[in-house]
């Protein structure tokens, strides 16, 4: 089992940022892919960021690409989004997942575990 919490959502003024971070405990954290998806209000969840198990490759959706990092610390277990440059269609509950055969997906039903969310709004 991986226990996954996340911290650092809140509100924030459009082109501000924010820096997410997601704790991980329970099984060895360098074994698994992670990932940050977010759902809005009447939306389906959507993928954000993934990092591969080394932390070697990263993936983003295009909206974010160029404003939002993910990056992994394993001897933390955490890993973190930093999103700058916000937009208010960046509201949203973002979510920290892994993926127990440490290689990244765009589909949260590969996902194996997940966090409880945090709130991201931001103004315009």
């Known amino acids: 089992q991986v226990q996954l919490v996340e911290s650092g959502g809140g509100l924030v003024q459009s082109g501000g940022s924010l820096r997410l971070s997601c704790a991980a405990s329970?099984?060895?954290?360098?074994?698994?892919?992670m990932a940050w998806f977010r759902q809005a209000p009447g939306k389906e969840r959507e993928f954000v960021a993934a990092?591969?198990?080394?932390?070697?490759?990263?993936f983003y959706t295009d909206s974010v690409k160029g404003r939002f990092t993910i990056s992994g610390d394993n001897a933390k277990n955490t890993v973190f989004l930093q999103m700058n440059s916000l937009k208010p269609e960046d509201t949203a509950v973002y979510y920290c997942?892994?993926?127990?055969?440490?290689?990244?997906?765009?589909?949260?039903?590969?996902?194996?575990?997940w966090g409880q969310g945090t709130h991201v709004t931001v103004s315009s």
């Open positions: 997942a892994a993926e127990n055969t440490g290689f990244p997906s765009r589909h949260w039903r590969q996902y194996d575990y």
């Open positions: 990092i591969n198990r080394d932390g070697g490759s990263t």
């Open positions: 329970g099984r060895t954290f360098s074994n698994y892919a």
